[in-house]
């Protein structure tokens, strides 16, 4: 079956306004996440030639502020030793490298050279706050002979001071971690693995230590699969666990996905944060689709940039917390728009989209408690809140709770700009069991959606191909009553490229 | 949003030919999955009143050949003490229970007694072969003052001497294992987990001892888990390890799921298999939907037994192998359609399905290599391979290889009888990597259909509600060509109350 792109907006209508894509080209997995003190770094994996995946080299774009990205040229190029694949950047602030003049530092990037049958890891350092990147003449640095070991990432670990370096075996489903005291000779330390889910390859680990809500902290190891994920394709699992520097041990045999829908893939985190959480960025995409999106000249968009904590859930095991980092500097004015507070089973509440390329909801709904003595298959059993976003073309992105299973979904089936047979239309989360309030947080960017549930306690993330712009949005209550006790909509200034407009 | 059934077919015609149904009313769980010595016994959660979920019997059907089914008389009732919820039945053939006259022996049967805030483990036995139960009167055999403690299987685990029986902490994701001479008085022997994908509820483990192709055996544990399976509701996982009749040992901390897409759940073994590899039933539906799927009057599709089996995958490590149980003696006439061995890129072929209510495919396909050198973004980069039920309603069930990766897909999103927001309509498998060639075996029967992949690597099971029947089949080979060595297509013969026609 050929994909049938179906009738799809421009390449222009589909970009989004406040998440990074590419000016053209094909871009992936973010690379190199650091501050470097004065502002925030994102390389990224980039064919600047052509919207398909391959001659990789290292895009990158700066911002002060994580929303307002700035294009620069090519990091690091495809060289004769092999594509530029992921990688991570430090601030090697002490110069332990030795690569800077005396007394001064500055980022060093370690990243995958990828021939055709040897993977190995290489040093780059940039004197210049990471426009320009001189590889170190004796690279690799980390060599051990194989076709499948790449995505080095690196960070300093105070309590033994030295760096650690995390890298997938990735046919191997293991995690090598290795210790340097230089940033140029490595001794392996431990490994980790194959654990949780381990589809065909490990792909992009991540380590950090992440504060959890209320004090205290816990390390958290990423590891993103492809292809063999549950729902298809690529996604990034996390375990949670110690790291003493030398071995990661986690907390239970257990596994989670770090999003419950398929477009979020090789998270990485930023080193060198200044203040607050973790942050990090993952490529809205999946290996299965993400070549065959409609396009003429970019494919690739990143996701929000999150703030990432830790908090126990109802069994007191730790999941993951993600929240966009501050959107309220984007926001124009909030519509002139308010649901009734009160919504009985079977009404129903719209309101335009104010005009702008990217909208913000935030909302807070408690649906009645179904009713006692029901007979057997009354519809009643079921009670579901709706949020969906529409247009007059018969198109409809529908995110919705069923509060008596306590489940949400995200379903983008029933937009016509794109269908494929791997582009699942819809996804599920289980949430808190018997609880009937639910908070969401929404953010709709042209070709993305991201929905941010109970206060980041879930996050599904997903491209959405309309074929003709959804401007407005409706709120329906089905089979149960529902109390709204929050509702904000807001416009959301470009960000990305504001100055040209929206190209 | 209320689910939009559209048009659908009638309750008779999604009936399946060959898959068991209940007659009226709501079937879930296999239960009680034992062969008496003379003939198969499958109980299932049923309720007999209404195709909805509650007020739990165990139904009860009979088979001489795990096809052709017989109806039997509810075996076991709801009671004062609570619903019959699931279980599982053994032949204690020596009577260590005590329970029968002297020198006899007969079926077992334990499970869980659901009140409202209590459930416990009961027994009742049987001296007609299964036809009626009659409960222990010191009821509940074990009781931990839990509510949510459910599920038990039992087998007799022959090195030790002694029964065990697995049982869901379903709450707390824990699998206990207890220990008894009689069948009457347990002893807790260890616990599992929380292990691998958790969900809200473990539920419905299954440990057994499963032969590795080859040789040798390994122990491998099937835990159910609902809602929060990865795809959305419930599915079921399993791990591979060793059991020393005290404690289950996982050989790795990776976990697995039965099946690629997500309507097959609840997975339970027969216990007294006469000869052969293990013999398994699941229930091939998911909670997210199964209440609100097309029916008037009958609601609850049992998968067909399978054949289970372990081998070794290209890492070497043990994955589950399932084959159907033999359906030669259920095939009619093979048809009189014979594809081109050689089908070039963009080429397809059609032809009828034969007269019959259920169908079989088996064929297998090579997928020319990738040519070299293509300009990237040239559609010859992917080489897809598709095989489609269709119909003059312009619906089609789609099966496909997407050859360069090596994922296939099933997909049901363009058959119009049933829309709603968590029936998933996709669903891919990632198989062996660089593997061009696959082999398919696929079983469509009315409201569902099962494709095992590379003789049983990968299984994917998925109800289907088409609002007009099937009748057609096409191969197709897009962006490569492909080489057909083997292809068969047979009608199946009408097996569950064949005798009366399709009801």
Known sequence: MTPTPGTTLSDAEYRPAIHFSPRIGFMNDPNGLVHDGTQWHLYYQFDPFAPYAGRVHWGHATSPDLYHWQDQPVAIDQTPAGEAFSGSAVMD?????????????????????????????????????????????????????????????????????????CVALSRDHQIAFFGSSNLLQWTELSRFGPSGMTGVDYECPNLLEVPIEGGKTAWVLFVSINPGAPQGGSATQYFVGT??????????????????????????????????????????????????????????????????????????????????????????????????????????????LPASAAHEVRMSVEIDAQPAGLPPGDKGRSGRFVLNFLNSNEETLSIGFDAFTAQLWLDRGKLKGFSHPFFTNSFSAALTPDQRKITLHIVLDKCSVEVFVNNGQQTGSALLFPATPLDRLRLSATGAGATLSHFELFPLKQTVRAEEGQI
Request: proline share 9%; net charge negative; charged share 20%.
């Open 243 to 352: 790291f003493d520097g030398t071995r990661f041990v986690p907390e239970s045999d257990t596994t989670e996905f770090v999003d419950f829908a398929k477009d979020f893939y090789a998270l990485q985190f930023f080193t060198n944060v200044p203040s607050g959480n973790p942050v990090s960025i993952g490529w809205l995409n999946n290996w299965q689709y993400c070549q065959e999106t409609p396009a003429n000249s970019w494919r690739g968009v990143m996701s929000l940039p999150r703030r990432v904590s830790l908090a126990p859930d109802t069994t007191q095991r730790l999941k993951l917390i993600q929240r966009p980092e501050d959107l309220t500097p984007l926001r124009g004015t909030a519509a002139d728009a308010t649901p009734p507070s009160r919504m009985d089973a079977g009404s129903s509440w719209e309101t335009p």
């Open 93 to 165: 602030a002490h110069n332990t490298s030795g690569l800077f003049p005396e007394g001064t530092g500055g980022l060093v990037a370690l990243y995958t050279r990828a021939a055709p049958d040897r993977q190995s890891q290489y040093l780059a350092w940039s004197t210049d706050s990471g426009l320009t990147f001189t590889e170190y003449a004796q690279n690799p640095v980390l060599d051990l002979q194989l076709s499948s070991f790449r995505d080095p990432q690196v960070f300093f670990h105070a309590p033994t001071q030295r760096w650690i370096m």
